[in-house]
């Protein structure tokens, strides 16, 4: 099966203290990958490494079949675009140019650019900020228009981190129909969410990270095979080593 991503024995630390434990994590291509893991895990610092705003310590990271290193970087970042927690935008730009800008960065400039800008901008309902700086914008519009960037340069791999923090319920739904439409034209989306219902209906395999390693990966068949019995918060909470709170300890409310 090809692999989007291939990550063996990643290690990253702050001053002395170890973040990502030689963690090792393979990607499908083609899926919709859920990583998911308490506070602290190292889920952001993964997606920084991923992304290149992080150097790591040890380790090999293939993305697309090609070695993560300064000299395939500027290749790779061609088929991979992200939307951050909280979003990377120009601050000073309006919002109209800031998506032109971000497609002339990845020369994705089709004619009909401007009917999709249209089209995506009245879908998530954003059309109104066209003309106001991304500074301005709430967190929820500049989550929404960070997304928009990111789909409109066509990659082959999309990081989503915390995609749906702060969006509201209609823009969440909508952003997981754009997903799905992603999935089926060939690219794979990695997210990262604390919002385990949308990774159990939204994505095909999901890996739970835990004190920087990857203690458990899910494929299809495998949560089908746990989840007769259990909900992925139930399994969530065993492979994190959360004990389960009796609803007795807050019986004074």
């Not at 895990?41 to 290193?69: C, H, P, R, V």
């Not at 989306?189 to 004190?211: G, K, R, Y």
Request: aromatic share 8%; charged share 25%.
């Amino acid at each position: 099966m090809e692999r989007a991503l291939t990550i063996s024995n990643l290690t990253k630390s702050y001053s002395k203290d170890p973040v990502l434990k030689g963690l090792n994590l393979e990607v499908p291509a083609g899926t919709i990958f859920g990583l998911i893991g308490p506070n602290g895990a190292g889920k952001s610092t993964l997606i920084g490494i991923l992304t290149g705003l992080l150097t790591y310590d040890k380790g090999q990271i293939i993305i697309n079949s090609l070695e993560l290193n300064k000299s395939n970087e500027v290749e790779i970042k061609k088929d991979v675009s992200s939307v951050l927690q909280p979003p990377l935008l120009f601050e000073n730009f309006t919002s109209i140019e800031f998506i032109r800008y971000v497609c002339e960065m990845y020369k994705e400039v089709p004619e009909d650019l401007d009917s999709k800008i249209n089209s995506l901008f009245s879908y998530f309902e954003i059309e109104e900020f066209r003309r106001v700086q991304a500074k301005q914008l709430s967190s929820g519009s500049r989550k929404k228009l960070s997304f928009c960037a990111a789909i409109l340069v066509n990659p082959k791999l999309l990081f989503l981190d915390e995609p749906f923090e702060s969006v509201d319920v209609i823009s969440i739904g909508r952003m997981k129909t754009v997903i799905r439409k992603m999935k089926e034209r060939g690219t794979t989306i990695f997210i990262t969410s604390h919002i385990l219902e949308v990774v159990e209906n939204l994505c095909d395999d999901i890996a739970i990270l835990n004190e920087g390693t990857i203690v458990a990966y899910l494929d299809s068949k495998s949560r089908r095979d746990l989840q007769k019995d259990a909900s992925l918060n139930e399994i969530f909470e065993q492979y994190v080593g959360i004990g389960q709170q009796s609803d007795d300890s807050i019986g004074w409310i």
